[in-house]
């Protein structure tokens, strides 16, 4: 490997070189330029009042109004974890909205039913003899409740272990509404409030567990009902993607109510017939970021790129628009975009951005307004300058859409139908238990430019599956494993003997894409149902997370409702967390006693395989024991 390169995707490094040439900056530019601030880089700078801004040094060991490094360090990583579930749960909190305006002969419909009807009996909402509509009416008031309910805890889903909540009511952590805990963060943060480290993550446990069992399990819950569950189908990956003589549309950002439609629309015979009129061959839809994920778990929609690859695909050349809704969008591609002829349209209120065409996109004429938007791409053809276009060869095959229903149909291929009844995580747990797969990882995660491109994913990913544990991933995570083929059956020669055995019998890659961001909930779900299974707790399994190329306060708040669930997770990126010693203490050790599990941070993915295989073996080894013991009482 180049060391010199600033990506292990050869697509990347063609469009970082055409930049160049082009004359146009990116975001590994913009790297190279910045100089991060210590303080900020440590946390220890404050900016809540106007006495402030306040920066610890030597010589000013505290804030004017006297906060510590710790209280302040604290505080700003509640208000990271605070953000971060405010983007996941107000991405659930539409597709909720998006549920209860879903009718018989509207745009938006209930594509799975049973996956409603089972929600809806858990919250004990009749379904007997009624309108399946007026079901999913139902059902969303009650979601949107869970925002804002004035009093009690959050309907956590069953999938959560008994002993799970105990530790969590012991604790006080339980979540109560779900915008209530990012209130509350925001007010506990305020000047005066919260000065004491160890309270303030408690608050931001609570707050990160209400977007993953709360704010992200109703995205995925609704979008499932609202779009279908997804099951396993084939798609291709990177810019490779991207066609000479077809209008190429990017589709980037996160909320599926706008890329479900952008795909119908692109399908539209109208639309078309349009762009053959104006000499393209057809539409030619690519995701990028969870956007992507989105579409690829449902429809198989090709996926442009992750995270760092946005600017690039603008660089092409070949991309009449690039169509975002919030979350995760360079400003900068405003400005890129005026380079080339690629039109950026921005279509929510709550990301606007300047520079952008803004076409806002109407829920409520939800197809009509797709379809305006896609022919706004489809005019724009004509002005590709071919002279600019350069699109990288690399592709690669993947197969996506594994749900945690899909994980357990697969599942289903090696029961024994005289022994064990089908639909569990049976298979599974046994494999887990017996030692076949030594352990689980969930690998989840964005870019960062401070680490080499899906360099961080890859050589972490490909360690594991080696050494026979088995591998979900979600966001662009998901999307490097894609590029770098590891998403496909034959990855299974990449893996250990016990995990590509099993692969071969239940014929899955050693890699499940398991969906976007919000979708680490399907992981949630699924390790709640195996320990569940084994009656033990979360962190007696062994089962961990990482985020080795991490950057957005989404990640901080999802690495903080993993730990909180007793997964040990890797960082690969340290947060800015260092000047705050009772803070890093907690969080890298005395966390271990108090929920089970804890930060690592390790940059390098080599090492930090090394250190994950570790921890799973001497998990297994406490299990192990545990269940010998069981097996000899049950014979005595
Ligand atoms: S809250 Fe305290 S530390 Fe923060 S800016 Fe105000 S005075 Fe400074
Ligand atoms: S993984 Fe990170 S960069 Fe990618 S879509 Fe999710 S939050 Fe954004």
């Not at 022919?375 to 990288?392: C, G, M, Q, W, Y």
């Not at 950057?551 to 960082?571: F, H, N, P, Q, R």
Request: one cysteine or more.
């Amino acid at each position: 490997m180049d060391e010199k390169l600033l990506s292990i995707d050869n697509a990347t490094n063609e469009l970082i070189k055409k930049a160049q040439t082009d004359g146009v900056e990116t975001i590994w530019d913009r790297k190279e330029n910045m100089k991060p601030c210590p303080m900020g880089e440590k946390g220890i700078c404050c900016r809540i009042c106007a006495m402030g801004p306040c920066r610890i040094t030597p010589k000013t060991p505290r804030g004017l109004c006297g906060a510590s490094p710790d209280v302040i360090v604290s505080r700003n990583f509640a208000r990271m974890v605070a953000a971060g579930a405010a983007a996941h749960s107000d991405h659930g909190r539409d597709i909720a909205h998006v549920l209860h305006m879903s009718s018989k002969d509207g745009n938006y419909k209930v594509r799975d039913e049973a996956k409603l009807i089972n929600l809806a009996k858990r919250w004990e909402i009749e379904t007997d003899e009624r309108d399946i509509y007026d079901i999913a009416h139902e059902v969303a008031g009650v979601a949107l409740n869970e925002f804002g309910k004035p009093f009690g805890n959050l309907t956590l889903p069953p999938s959560l272990p008994e002993q799970r909540r105990k530790v969590w009511e012991d604790l006080n952590i339980v979540p109560r509404a779900i915008d209530r805990e990012v209130v509350t963060v925001m007010h506990s943060t305020h000047v005066g409030c919260t000065a004491d480290a160890d309270s303030m993550l408690n608050i931001s446990m609570r707050t990160s567990l209400a977007d993953g069992w709360g704010g992200s399990y109703m995205a995925t819950e609704l979008s499932d009902i609202l779009f279908g569950t997804p099951i396993p189908r084939e798609t291709e990956a990177n810019l490779g993607v991207l066609e000479e003589n077809y209008v190429n549309i990017v589709l980037h950002g996160h909320e599926p109510s706008l890329s479900e439609m952008i795909v119908l629309a692109a399908e539209d015979p109208e639309l078309v017939a349009l762009a053959k009129e104006v000499g393209a061959e057809g539409i030619n839809l690519a995701g990028m970021c969870c956007t992507a994920n989105e579409v690829t778990m449902r429809h198989g929609v090709k996926i442009a790129g992750n995270f760092a690859q946005q600017e690039l695909a603008v660089l092409t050349g070949a991309v009449e628009a690039v169509i975002v809704d919030v979350q995760c969008i360079f400003p900068a591609l405003a400005s890129l975009t005026d380079c080339y002829h690629t039109k950026f349209i921005t279509t929510s209120p709550k990301a606007r951005i300047t520079g952008a065409t803004h076409l806002e996109f109407d829920e409520e004429k939800a197809f009509e307004s797709a379809k305006s938007i896609v022919k706004e791409a489809i005019l724009n053809f004509s002005n590709r300058d071919n002279k600019k276009v350069f699109i990288p060869k690399s592709k690669s095959h993947a197969i996506v859409g594994y749900s945690v229903e899909a994980i357990i149909n697969q599942l289903d291929k090696v029961v024994n139908s005289h022994i064990d009844p089908a639909g569990t995580v049976k298979p599974l747990a046994d494999c887990i238990t017996s030692g076949v797969i030594r352990g689980a990882a969930g690998i989840v995660g964005c870019n960062n430019p401070k680490v080499k491109h899906d360099y961080g994913h890859i050589e972490l990913i490909k360690e594991l599956i080696k050494n026979d544990v088995i591998v979900v991933v979600t966001g662009c995570a998901a999307q490097a494993c894609a590029k770098a083929g590891l998403l496909s059956k034959d990855a299974k020669r990449l893996a250990g003997q016990g995990l590509a055995t099993v692969c071969e019998l239940v014929d899955i890659p050693p890699v499940l894409h398991m969906g976007s961001c919000v979708d680490i909930s399907r992981i949630l779900h699924l390790v709640g149902e195996v320990a569940k299974f084994l009656n033990v707790d979360i962190p007696q399994l062994p089962v961990v997370g990482a985020a080795p190329e991490w950057m957005s306060e989404k990640a901080v708040a999802i690495g903080t409702y993993v730990v909180s669930s007793g997964i040990d997770t890797w960082l690969g990126v340290a947060p800015p967390v260092t000047g705050g010693p009772r803070v890093l203490e907690i969080l890298t050790n005395e966390l271990e006693n108090i929920v089970g599990a804890k930060f690592f941070v390790e940059p390098d993915p080599v090492k930090a395989a090394g250190q994950i295989i570790e921890r799973i073996e001497q998990k297994r080894k406490v299990l192990e024991e545990m269940f010998e013991k069981k097996e000899e009482l049950a014979k005595a």
